[in-house]
């Protein structure tokens, strides 16, 4: 189960919280998406939730 389905929203409802289409939205949810922050920031927004970003030394 997704965030988007646990939040209840349907593709089309995200995309459009989103300013988006519903066929990005596939396309993020099975791979298909290379994804910007920009675009993170925007999946995260319109589920009501953080964005955090953590950087760390490699090992």
């Given at each position: 189960?997704?965030?988007?389905?646990r939040?209840?929203?349907?593709?089309?409802?995200?995309?459009?919280?989103?300013?988006?289409?519903?066929?990005v939205?596939?396309?993020?949810?099975?791979?298909?998406?290379?994804?910007?922050?920009?675009?993170?920031?925007?999946?995260?927004?319109?589920?009501?939730?953080?964005?955090?970003?953590?950087m760390?030394?490699?090992?």
């Open positions: 189960m997704t965030t988007r389905t939040a209840g929203l349907t593709q089309a409802e995200h995309a459009d919280r989103m300013g988006s289409t519903q066929s939205i596939c396309a993020v949810e099975n791979g298909g998406q290379v994804l910007s922050v920009s675009t993170l920031w925007r999946i995260a927004h319109a589920l009501n939730l953080d964005l955090t970003i953590d760390a030394a490699a090992s």
